[in-house]
């Protein structure tokens, strides 16, 4: 069985740091593309960052850039986000996702692209 299972969410003040974890069960990550998308309480998910079946290319939202950065551990069948300098703003549901490709160095936040889908860890930035 194809599993993602998310992990390192939790409570954090303002300014605070997390790490999540992103593990694969059942496939090799080694040939997906993997992305973090988020959903907040009254809105709709949206995509933080990816990062390329080479780990070669990544991409990140506006809102976290700077901030957030993704990588991946092909050994350990894991991917992170490192996630600093957090903002309330960050709270919400994190989602991991993978979506099998040829391209080495691409990866895109469309959100229908994604074949599976972990989930979800929360994240809760407050004071």
């Known amino acids: 069985q194809l599993q993602l299972v998310e992990s390192g969410g939790g409570l954090v003040q303002p300014g605070g740091s997390l790490r999540l974890s992103c593990a694969a069960s059942?496939?090799?990550?080694?040939?997906?593309?993997i992305g973090w998308f988020r959903q907040a309480p009254g809105k709709e998910r949206e995509g933080v960052s990816c990062i390329s079946r080479s780990g070669g290319s990544t991409n990140y939202a506006d809102s976290v850039k700077g901030r957030f950065t993704i990588s991946r551990d092909n050994a350990k069948n894991t991917v992170y986000l490192q996630m600093n300098n957090l903002k309330p703003e960050d709270t919400a549901v994190y989602y991991c996702?993978?979506?099998?490709?040829?391209?080495?160095?691409?990866?895109?936040?469309?959100?229908?692209?994604?074949?599976?889908w972990g989930q979800g860890t929360q994240v809760t930035v407050s004071s």
């Open positions: 996702a993978a979506y099998w490709t040829t391209v080495q160095n691409m990866c895109v936040f469309r959100n229908k692209r994604y074949d599976y």
């Open positions: 059942g496939f090799t990550l080694n040939y997906y593309a």
